[in-house]
């Protein structure tokens, strides 16, 4: 079955960073788009960055831009979201999220990130 597992949330203050991962199993993990989404209470969910099946393109939400790096590791089923210069809009629910077609869009439970001083 797929599974798709998020860690590495946790509490941090203002200008610190973390580094979320996602382990995930049950699939072609080399054939997916993997992206990073997060949601906030009261927000909808908003993509946050997103990294070709091979690694080689990228996107960034504006408002991480120049903070945040996705990467992955298709050796190791794993997709990474460094997170720099944290900010307090930076709180939520992270997910982690494979998507290949309409049909193949698989979904973590998701990690908390709390930015506060």
């Known amino acids: 079955q797929v599974q798709i597992v998020e860690s590495g949330g946790g509490l941090v203050q203002p200008g610190g960073s973390l580094k979320l991962s996602c382990f995930a199993s049950?699939?072609?993990?080399?054939?997916?788009?993997m992206s990073w989404y997060r949601q906030a209470p009261g927000q909808e969910r908003e993509l946050v960055a997103r990294i070709s099946s091979g690694g080689h393109s990228t996107n960034y939400a504006d408002s991480v831009k120049g903070r945040f790096t996705i990467s992955r590791d298709n050796a190791k089923n794993t997709v990474y979201l460094q997170m720099n210069s944290l900010k307090l809009e930076d709180t939520a629910v992270y997910y982690c999220?494979?998507?290949?077609?309409?049909?193949?869009?698989?979904w973590g439970q998701g990690t908390q990130v709390t930015v506060s001083s």
């Open positions: 049950g699939f072609t993990f080399a054939n997916y788009f």
């Open positions: 999220n494979a998507h290949a077609t309409e049909v193949y869009d698989y």
